[in-house]
């Protein structure tokens, strides 16, 4: 009779583990389809800022007829160039990064146009210039001038494979 009993005691044993267990993993499966149903029906649809820069060269020319030495001037925008009602929506920060592209002895200056006139040189920390903020809502633009010094009178393809500029920008 003690078998008995101890083997019927096993069986119920078994049968509140494996209760136990199907109750466990439902619930589980439940709670997690829950979440995520009520995850996915409370989020919405977002409309994002989207942002508008634009760099545009405006020239490159002699500096004083010296073969050896050119500017370029670019601008940067915060507005299609194509579509000028549409201006940034949101504040940008933004910094350039001026490198050389070859090992052509070149040097280079970095100038910005302040008031539409004066020319302030911008100190540039491992090629970088500072951060600047574009505002939105509104046209701007900042204008710059790149000299470029080269050790002898470069050609035209020299003049384009000397250096390159990044812009690179972030919401504000």
């Not at 003690?2 to 136990?20: A, D, E, N, P, T």
């Not at 389809?33 to 634009?54: D, H, L, M, W």
């Not at 035209?156 to 504000?172: K, P």
Request: hydrophobic residues 35%; aromatic residues 8%.
């Amino acid at each position: 009779m003690g078998k008995q009993r101890r083997k019927k005691k096993g069986i119920h044993v078994f049968w509140y583990i494996w209760l136990c267990a199907v109750t466990f993993v439902l619930l589980n499966n439940l709670t997690q389809s829950e979440f995520i149903s009520g995850t996915k029906n409370s989020i919405g649809t977002a409309e994002v800022a989207k942002p508008i820069v634009t760099i545009t060269k405006t020239s490159t020319n002699d500096v004083n007829n010296t073969s050896a030495r050119r500017e370029i001037t670019f601008t940067v925008q915060n507005y299609d160039l194509s579509d000028e009602t549409k201006i940034n929506e949101v504040n940008m920060k933004y910094y350039l990064d001026i490198s050389k592209k070859t090992n052509l002895p070149v040097t280079y200056k970095l100038y910005k146009i302040i008031n539409g006139v004066n020319k302030q040189e911008v100190t540039l920390t491992n090629n970088k210039t500072p951060d600047y903020i574009m505002p939105h809502t509104v046209k701007a633009q900042d204008s710059y001038i790149l000299e470029l010094t080269f050790t002898s009178p470069p050609s035209n393809s020299d003049i384009q494979n000397a250096v390159t500029i990044t812009l690179n920008s972030e919401q504000a």
